[in-house]
């Protein structure tokens, strides 16, 4: 019995490592970049591999797996260290925004208009919304009168909902598939936010790696061209650790919200034991995060992010002192 649980460890100690190297060269195909969205679920298995080692007294793979414990954690950890700098943002000056890919297929409308009813944000992304869906967010136009709608079959409708007055809304489409993503300024007295929501491909074969992957290039694209400060938010089907995403944040001088925050999974909501973070939301330096968390299950495949972010030297506003 031991020797066939040393040979196991020692095999999947193997197969961790090369599946841990494999994310580095992910723009080679899209299986290789498949790999790197696993980091976390790599740090528990190498670990368990690693108590398996130091029990049996196998110590060269157990050293071996203590490597690999390090290669993966010194990425991981960054998301949940503070920041290395923050501004220093007037009190009340913070906005919500909420951002969710409510999955076209989902019909548990009430759950995500009772979500937004509880946190009042300023600003409401719903992804994914296809005309049901954009029927029963009608019910927001009340309190959120301001609104850019981008009806589309399957996956790629997307909506934006404001308490803020938006000076100024373009519709962009990216890529060849002309895949459809929302520009916004937000007025906010004498600052304008620009805010862009974008919704790539999701990659579940060779055309459509190849189609997300030119959608954040156009994407990135966009952002460079737009002014400060800036955020960039949506369901990037992709994680952090791909270089691809990685690639969005150098090109745009972005950074993501997510540092000092942890993880957040986000994809598959029904499980998120194995969930990955895939909705992200990346901002400009001007701009700060002062909280940054997951929703409820509403439903989706995903869970909701609700990002509270503060804007530095902005005229006082009253009604923007939080979330409510």
Known sequence: MIPLLLTLTQVTVIGVLLLSVAGFFG??????????????????????????????????????????????????????????HTLLVKPGLEIQVMCANVQYTNTNYAAFLRLIREEMPHVVIAQEANEPWLAHLRELAAQFPYAVTVPGRGSSGIALYSRLPIAHADIIYLGQQRRPGVIARLS???????????????????????????????????VETVPPPKLLVGDFNTSPWSPYYKRVVRDTGLRDARKG????????????????????????????????????????????????????????????????
Request: with cysteine; charged share 10%.
């Open 188 to 222: 906010l007295g004498a600052t304008v936010l620009t805010l862009v929501t974008i919704h790539p491909r999701a990659p579940l074969h060779n055309r459509a790696f190849a189609d997300r992957n030119e959608q954040l290039l156009a994407a990135t694209k966009v």
């Open 27 to 84: 723009t080679y195909h899209r299986y290789l970049e498949l790999t790197a969205h696993f980091k976390p679920h790599y740090v528990v298995v190498s670990l368990l591999c690693l108590l398996i080692c130091v029990a049996l007294q196998a110590w060269t793979w157990a050293l071996c797996a203590l490597v690999i414990v390090a290669l993966n954690l010194v990425i991981i950890a960054p998301w949940y260290l503070p920041p290395s």
């Open 261 to 324: 925050f942890g993880l957040l999974p986000t994809w598959p909501a029904a499980r998120l034991w194995v969930g990955l973070p895939i909705d992200h939301c990346l901002v400009s330096p001007e701009l700060t995060v002062a909280r940054m968390r997951t929703g409820p299950n509403i439903g989706s495949d995903h869970l909701p992010l609700i990002i509270d972010v503060g804007l530095p030297e902005v005229p006082p506003l009253g009604s923007l002192s939080g979330g409510s």
